[in-house]
């Protein structure tokens, strides 16, 4: 499919685009490009493998700015990466994709959008704002989440999943490594180096690098807050282990005397007066008693329990 740029996409035949002299958007799939790639008359030769598209980047060529996309799936980031290529000059951009990305988002911003100012970088502009049009609704979905986790664990309850806070803290670093990426694209746009855009325009891919540089901002600010929670987590474990030693160590030592009466009694000497004596069993019962509450009224004063 190819549009030219007016004050909405308007979609062309043929190649009529290439007489009206306005900046077109073409989306042609890996097959049609190898098939009408001279038409476009971009002096290139991109045969983009989804295989060896493993980043979001953009080459300056001599007359050309070619380069792909590699987007992380915002609902599973364990999901592969959707992948598409493109090439662009001063007269349009050319997207080269098989997933069907590229047509959706391309719709959408036929249907949505209208501008006063047509131009190939104010929609640059768009298509690179809709790549990550929902991320600041999903990073605060996340912070609320981890905002979430830290009160479990500081009142105490056992609906912690520390297995979560390790997926979050992994979606985020993939979000992260992208935003790096965007923003290095926005600079090689920004930069001009071939003279494609209008200077006046280049203000848009400065407000998308500003845009991103937040983004990544606020990923990175997650990122840390996983880190918190996770020490947060291990710290109460360590407080609930100490306090559980704390009271075997009291109990241990509020019953040691009486294990030393019992080794002291259990010793099977043939003349031990106790033994025979009426009394000696109730006697060690009640003396065992107050061992007990002498040691616990010493430990509650100390506050050792």
Avoid: C
């Amino acid at each position: 499919m190819i549009y030219t740029i007016n004050e909405t996409l308007t979609p062309v035949k043929g190649d009529a685009f290439a007489a009206n002299g306005k900046p077109f958007v073409a989306i042609l799939t890996k097959s049609e490009w190898k098939e009408r790639r001279d038409r476009f008359d971009m002096g290139i030769e991109i045969d983009p493998e989804e295989s060896e598209i493993v980043f979001t980047k953009a080459e300056v060529n001599y007359d050309s700015i070619t380069g792909t996309f590699s987007i992380p799936n915002r609902d599973d980031f364990s999901q592969k990466d959707t992948t598409f290529a493109f090439a662009l000059d001063e007269k349009g951009i050319v997207f080269i994709d098989d997933s069907g990305m590229v047509s959706r988002i391309v719709g959408q911003i036929q249907n949505e959008k209208k501008w006063r100012m047509p131009s190939l970088e104010r929609f640059i502009y768009d298509f690179l704002d809709r790549l990550v049009s929902g991320d600041q609704q999903l990073l605060s979905r996340y912070e609320w989440e981890l905002y979430g986790m830290e009160n479990i664990i500081t009142r105490d309850e056992e609906l912690f999943g520390v297995d979560r806070v390790n997926d979050i803290r992994g979606d985020v670093r993939d979000l992260h490594n992208h935003y790096e990426q965007l923003l290095d694209m926005a600079e090689i746009l920004e930069e001009n180096e071939n003279n494609f855009f209008k200077k006046n325009n280049l203000r848009y891919f400065r407000l998308f690098a500003n845009r991103i540089e937040r983004l990544r901002d606020t990923s990175a600010g997650i990122s840390e807050y996983t880190m918190q929670i996770r020490d947060l987590y291990k710290m109460h474990l360590d407080i609930k282990q100490n306090n559980i030693m704390t009271i075997l160590t009291a109990v241990t030592t509020i019953f040691m005397p009486l294990t030393l009466i019992v080794g002291w009694y259990g010793m099977n000497f043939r003349y031990m007066p106790e033994l025979e004596y009426r009394w000696s069993y109730p006697i060690l019962a009640v003396l065992s008693i107050i061992i007990v509450g002498i040691n616990i009224y010493v430990f509650k004063k100390k506050k050792w329990m």
